[in-house]
């Protein structure tokens, strides 16, 4: 079947993949497209990622390619791969492969192969097509394992029974596409999910290869239903053995979506959320200080997101205080240190009419809370000493946002009569 989709291919990328084509051709080698676009094209999914494979040498491939482009690209030896930057898109390419795996949910030997051979190797039907980018069969689907019919019918299929013992993060790959486009894995598939978790095949995976499974699941669009089948299939016992979710757990991973939502439409415009953390947040909240610790380290989360996963039980604490009406300098003091994804979280965990307003209260103000005043120009007007700087500009937040302070000049004013009293209170 000749494909017509890629016609829809941006221009820069079709022109790629005409020089590639007579680059392979000379050179002696067959390249195609494989992986996720091959499947996005067909269902007219929007996709980033090209995947090329090569029967013959990647490197060299795509070394002549990179020569005859002028364009930068990173080798990985071992693997037998390389990445290509041209204009505005990565563009990646692989020696054809097969694989043996030595032992469960370790990372596979590989020897070169055929394309047949680098296929049958993927995880699912729906992801192990390609198409044609050589003289004969330019734009041509190959599939040899039925997975266009499979898209058709919405099905996610392994090629294999041993797929899941070989690599168990595809059970939540599976998930992953399953709720994504809406599809159902297919009798056998789960029937060899259920035995492989039987078989606590999840155990025997590093676990910063589940925590990025995992984290790509939470930025799918609507990650509640993708939570609930990990519970159905799976459960969270991978996180903590005593970990289960309930009712309320699931009323507010909704409250946490609806309130993404809102945050984006009325203030967030120009601030980036790691949603992805909010409703991780949602799930280790129910755990404590120190198991989450203990998580953090062994999935290997970054310094800033173990900071906001942990942080979030003394946050817990300080925040209850704005459950009731207070002064405008306790909101700022206690909101100011915290990551907006915890303000956003709260905002979805209390679900409390003060607090939320008290939220509300401070990220409207949030522009007035910058002020315009630095050290240095406290310093141009000769205050002494500079290590009351710091104390001086977090007065003047308070005081600004109190007498609706606009200019900054009129800052600097206040600023003088704060570095006044500091110094009177300093010496009475
Ligand atoms: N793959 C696999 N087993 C895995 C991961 C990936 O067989 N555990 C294969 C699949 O053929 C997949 C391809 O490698 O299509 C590329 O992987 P990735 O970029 O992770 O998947 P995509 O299918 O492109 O998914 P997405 O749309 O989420 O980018």
Redesign the pocket.
Known sequence: MLLKELEKFPQEIKSFMRIASTIAGKLGVRIYL????V??LIIKRK?F?Y?IVVEGDGIEFTQLIADFLRVNFIKHQTFGTATVYYKNYKIDVATCRKEYYSCWGALPKVTPSSLRDDLY???FTI??MAIGLNKDDYGELLDFYNGYNDLKNGLIRVLHDRSFLD?P??IF?AI?FEKRFGFRIEGRTLKLIKQALEEEAIKFVDEQRIRDEIV?ILKEDYPPKYIRRIDELIGFSFIDKDLKLDKQDYMLFRRIHRAIKFFYQRFLKYHKLQEWLIYLLGITIKLSKEKVERFCSNFDFRRGEKKILTEIFIEKRTIHSLKRKVKIRKIISVLKPMSFEAIVFFYAYFNNKRLNKNILYFLNNLEKIKINVRGSDLEAINLKPAKIYGKILEELVYVKLEKNLLTKEEELEEAKKIFKRLIRAHSN
């Open positions: 494989v992986g996720g676009i499947r996005d996709s990622d995947d190797r993927r995880d992801n192990a690599d993060t595809r790959r992953r790509l």
